[in-house]
Nanobody, 126 residues
Framework: QVQLVESGGGLVQVGGSLRLSCAAA????????MGWFRQAPGKEREFVAA????????DYDDSVKGRFTISRDVAKSMVFLQMNSLKPEDTAVYYC???????????????????WGQGTQVTVSS
């Protein structure tokens, strides 16, 4: 069982930055891959970024490449999403998630993640 708590969301203007954090309550934090997803009103949950168990591999959706950076701090059992140059279309609830069964990978498929946080709202105003 892994409990995840996201924080860092808020209201920001176009072009601004936010840093999301995800704290994992687990003794085995360094043994699984992590991902960030987002869901805007009326839309499906979509992949944003993922990082493998040791941070050696990352992957991003094309819509955020060059603007967002995923990282992890194993000692603190935390994953981060640095979001720069934010756009109105980045507005959504952001979720972090754990991929327990494929720690070496960076899956883009939401159904391959077993544990989810409660989400944090990001709103980008124009």
């Amino acid at each position: 069982q892994v409990q995840l708590v996201e924080s860092g969301g808020g209201l920001v203007q176009v072009g601004g930055s936010l840093r999301l954090s995800c704290a994992a309550a687990s003794r085995s934090f360094g043994t699984y891959a992590m991902g960030w997803f987002r869901q805007a009103p009326g839309k499906e949950r979509e992949f944003v970024a993922a990082i493998n168990w040791n941070g050696g591999k990352t992957d991003y959706d094309d819509s955020v490449k060059g603007r967002f950076t995923i990282s992890r701090d194993v000692a603190k059992s935390m994953v981060f999403l640095q979001m720069n140059s934010l756009k109105p279309e980045d507005t959504a609830v952001y979720y972090c998630a754990v991929d327990w069964t494929a720690p070496w990978g960076t899956s883009k498929m939401a159904n391959e993640y077993e544990y989810w946080g409660q989400g944090t709202q990001v709103t980008v105003s124009s």
